[in-house]
C-alpha cells in the first residue's frame, strides 16, 4: 500500500524543538526525493526541506541553521529536526515524495507560550 505517516508534531514554546518523521510503504524509497512542507494558517503550502537519493538537501531560507532533513534508507524514514522553532513555524506539515507525487496526512505543529 502506498502511503506516507508523519508523526512528532505537537505543541512547543518559542525555542523549543521538535523532531517529526515520516515513514514510506509501498514505494521505492531509496531512490525517492523527499520533502517536508508546511502550511500555516490562511497561507499557501510552501517547501521546508527536501532531502535527494544522494542526500543532497535544500532548506527554505527561513529555516537554514534551525532545521535539519535526514533520510533513514533502511526505515524508509525521512526526518525533520526543528530547533530554535518560532511562533511563525506554526504550521501543518506535510510529508512528500516525487514517486507518484505522495503526500502524507499531515502533523500539526503549533509554537506559542
Known amino acids: 500500500q502506498l502511503r506516507l505517516v508523519e508523526s512528532g508534531g505537537g505543541l512547543v514554546q518559542p525555542g523549543g524543538s521538535l523532531r517529526l518523521s515520516c515513514v514510506a510503504s509501498?514505494?521505492?524509497?531509496?531512490?525517492?526525493?523527499m520533502a517536508w512542507y508546511r502550511q500555516g494558517p490562511g497561507k499557501q503550502r510552501e517547501l521546508v526541506a527536501s532531502?535527494?537519493?544522494?542526500?543532497?538537501?535544500y532548506y527554505l531560507d527561513s529555516v537554514k541553521g534551525r532545521f535539519t532533513v535526514s533520510r533513514d534508507n533502511a526505515k524508509h524514514m525521512v526526518s525533520l529536526e526543528m530547533n530554535s522553532l518560532k511562533p511563525e513555524d506554526t504550521a501543518v506539515y506535510y510529508c512528500?515524495?516525487?514517486?507518484?507525487?505522495?503526500w502524507g496526512q499531515g502533523t500539526q505543529v503549533t509554537v506559542s507560550s
Open positions: 532531502i535527494t537519493s544522494e542526500n543532497y538537501s
Open positions: 512528500y515524495t516525487n514517486y507518484r507525487g505522495l
Open positions: 509501498g514505494i521505492i524509497f531509496s531512490n525517492a526525493l
